[in-house]
């Protein structure tokens, strides 16, 4: 289930709420552009060392942490907005991203806050 939710969440409840319901949870923190971006990615899901910078190995990591999680899993998306001013293409692009990831990952539940 992938879901945005307003500028007024609590950013700690939510995560315990995922994590009481059983879920890993990671939070990605957004950067104004896309390559900050997709390094905050990279730097909170520890993805390896080949990570290209670039939307399709965006999709390959996180397509291979949802296959190898072995359980839930909930990747969330603080400050999205902030890219959404700045590049609103690359915005979209990762929301693309992680709306595939949702539809092809039963396990993996999405949260984009939009603040």
Same mark, same amino acid.
């Given at each position: 289930?992938?879901?945005?939710?307003?500028?007024?969440?609590?950013?700690?409840?939510?995560?315990?709420?995922?994590?009481?319901?059983?879920?890993?949870?990671?939070?990605?923190?957004?950067?104004?552009?896309?390559?900050?971006?997709?390094?905050?990615? +990279?730097?909170?899901?520890?993805?390896?060392?080949?990570?290209?910078?670039?939307?399709?190995?965006?999709? &390959?990591?996180? &397509?291979?942490?949802?296959?190898? +999680?072995? +359980?839930?899993?909930?990747?969330?998306? &603080?400050?999205?907005?902030?890219?959404?001013?700045?590049?609103?293409?690359?915005?979209?692009?990762?929301? +693309?991203?992680?709306?595939?990831?949702?539809?092809?990952?039963?396990?993996?539940?999405?949260?984009?806050?939009?603040?």
């Amino acid at each position: 289930m992938m879901r945005v939710l307003g500028d007024r969440v609590d950013l700690e409840g939510l995560v315990a709420d995922a994590v009481e319901e059983g879920r890993q949870v990671q939070v990605v923190h957004g950067r104004a552009t896309k390559e900050e971006t997709l390094e905050a990615f +990279s730097e909170a899901l520890n993805f390896p060392e080949w990570f290209g910078m670039n939307l399709d190995a965006l999709a &390959d990591c996180l &397509d291979t942490i949802a296959r190898e +999680s072995g +359980s839930d899993w909930e990747i969330v998306w &603080d400050d999205a907005a902030e890219l959404r001013r700045a590049d609103p293409r690359a915005a979209t692009g990762i929301e +693309s991203v992680l709306a595939e990831l949702d539809e092809v990952h039963p396990g993996v539940h999405v949260t984009i806050i939009d603040r």
